[in-house]
């Protein structure tokens, strides 16, 4: 017996759960493209943007494309077919980043750093010394893996090793969900999309990038015309900033999810997101005890608090996914390949999705399904995770608030 019949939940990496809100200030009329509410609106985005980005000295391009378009314009701006680049690679997505680097003409290195954890500034640092690369390329979450990497210290080893290397970072998976310091941590170009952290339908890509980036792109002899920085980061005309239509509705969604943010503190909502990472921890590190079930990072301080990988034995994933979609309407993230050329473990792994629009009964829900997911299916996994989950929930909640609060 299905009892699937109550409001589905996704908890999927990406798209995220879309506030009602959001949705309700998309469901208007069309508004004019050429002047008025929509001009002011565009405007108080991009500033809004680089508030959460954390950078005064940086603009921002924005884009109707999702990830792949943000990282396809990042390489545009700044790398000539030929040129040199060092991508590190701890999942699928710093790999994709990469490969994309090479389709465009890119001479890329990769540096593999596995599945399991982080990149290591140290071996960065050593790599670059002397290496002529003109940019470095990493992603902050690694969505395949649930791998964080420290970009403050990989900002750290670029400045130190080789200080004319651009410094690129994907933050597509966490955006608004990780603490993250553009002008603070040595970031010419970040790149982010509008459909996870920031609680938008997909739809919407951003790329970040400084004076020195700005700089770089002027010295490139030639560059896609739609994906051209320039025009969108000082408009003459209002359609400049997209080439063409605005997206106008998304427009309107991502002002007040924006608002949403910023309503929270980006402080509460970086609290919040360590507290529902901190939750699901507790449940899979419970259910890993004695069981056929586990967190791909060992490491806590190198896990995602936007996603998380579990490993599970032969198909148990697919098997567990179908469960959890079918007899209770929550869908769990596919598992994908999680490093470069690999093929998708698919039935061996599946992922959660703590991201955005996320509360406690959300994301108890997503585990107590799981949970019952692996009782029904008959998958070992050690007992007593959720209570685990809510003491975690506890915890957080009787956490005291910091007294100075920046916004
Ligand atoms: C989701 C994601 C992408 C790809 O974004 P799309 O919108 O699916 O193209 C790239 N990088 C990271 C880290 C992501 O999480």
């Known amino acids: 017996m ?66 792949h378009g943000a990282w396809e314009a990042a390489i545009a701006n700044t790398i000539a077919p030929g040129e040199k680049i060092l991508v590190l690679v701890t999942g699928r997505f710093g790999a994709g980043w990469g490969e994309m680097a090479r389709a465009m003409g890119a001479e890329v290195d990769m540096m593999d750093f596995g599945t399991a954890g982080p990149a290591d500034a140290d071996a960065v640092a050593a790599r670059l010394k002397g290496g002529g690369y003109k940019a470095l390329l990493t992603v902050q979450t690694d969505t395949a893996t649930s791998v964080n990497n420290d970009i403050k210290a990989l900002g750290a080893a670029v400045r130190e090793a080789s200080p004319d290397t651009l410094f690129m970072v994907d933050c597509i998976a966490c955006l608004g969900c990780e603490r993250f310091e553009m002008d603070a941590w040595g970031v010419d170009v970040m790149v982010a999309g509008c459909q996870k952290g920031l609680m938008t339908p997909p739809g919407m890509a951003f790329v970040f990038a400084n004076a020195r980036a700005q700089g770089v792109r002027k010295s490139l002899t030639r560059v896609s015309p739609y994906f051209d920085w320039a025009p969108r980061l000082d408009p003459a005309h209002f359609y400049q900033n997209f080439f063409g239509t605005a997206p106008t509705h998304h427009l309107y969604g991502l002002r007040t999810a924006l608002d949403m943010l910023f309503e929270e503190g980006l402080e509460n909502v970086f609290r919040r997101h360590d507290a529902m990472a901190a939750c699901v921890w507790a449940a899979g590190e419970v259910w890993a005890k004695t069981g056929a079930i586990r967190l791909n990072i060992p490491d806590r301080a190198a896990r995602s608090v936007a996603v998380t990988t579990f490993l599970t034995g032969a198909d148990d994933a697919t098997r567990l996914r179908t469960w959890c979609e079918a007899e209770a309407g929550v869908t769990l993230g596919l598992g994908i390949g999680l490093s470069a050329g690999q093929i998708a473990p698919g039935d061996s792994a599946f992922r959660i999705g703590h991201m955005g629009h996320l509360n406690p009964p959300m994301l108890l829900g997503v585990l107590g399904t799981v949970d019952a997911g692996l009782k029904a299916l008959g998958i070992a996994h050690g007992g007593g995770a959720l209570r685990c989950a809510s003491e975690a929930i506890a915890a957080a909640a009787s956490e005291p608030v910091p007294v100075a609060q920046a916004v």
Not at 30 to 42: L, Q
Request: charged share 20%.
């Open 2 to 67: 299905s009892l699937a019949y109550g409001r589905p939940l996704r908890a999927m990496p990406g798209p995220s759960v879309i506030p009602d809100r959001v949705l309700n200030a998309m469901h208007r009329e069309a508004p004019s493209i050429y002047e008025g509410e929509i001009v002011e609106v565009t405007a108080s985005i991009s500033a809004d943007l680089c508030r959460v980005a954390k950078t005064d000295g940086a603009g921002v391009a924005m884009y109707i494309a999702n990830g």
